[in-house]
């Protein structure tokens, strides 16, 4: 006999005769359990800010942002640059504390001035 998961609540088998049913509560061999979720809260979230500077190009913010910031899309991207250089600052990501330190840095290391903050 072979099982193959048909959905999440149920597994179907099939025999070799070519017959299938459904399994209601299956067994689990040792070392095959599955794995629960983690219950327990979020980790606190951090904002990226991008601050505006006389120095660097639009074109070449927007290009790094692209480079550094994993998911952020070439307008989310222009909005933040043109955000932060009409009003100063402008926040790119909010995302837990690590990684909002990793696109920090990265963002600082490519020219542009860049701050964490505590998100709500």
């Known amino acids: 006999r072979s099982i ?9 088998c099939t025999a070799r005769g070519g017959g299938s049913g459904v399994l209601d509560n299956p067994t ?4 095959n359990t599955p794995k629960k979720q983690a219950k ?3 980790p606190p979230t951090y904002k990226v800010m ?3 500077d006389a ?9 790094t942002l692209l480079k550094v910031v994993k998911g952020i899309t070439a307008d989310d991207a222009a909005t933040a640059m043109q955000v932060a250089h009409e009003t100063g600052v402008a926040l790119v990501t909010q995302c ?3 990684e909002a330190e990793h696109y920090c840095q990265g963002l ?3 020219g542009l001035t860049s701050s964490i903050e505590p998100g709500c």
């Open 96 to 98: 837990p504390q690590e």
């Open 28 to 31: 689990t061999l040792p070392g």
């Open 108 to 110: 600082r290391i490519n």
């Open 4 to 12: 193959h998961p048909a959905s999440r609540s149920r597994l179907v």
């Open 40 to 42: 327990g809260k979020r």
């Open 50 to 52: 991008l601050h505006n």
């Open 55 to 63: 120095h660097n190009r639009r074109e070449y913010v927007v290009r």
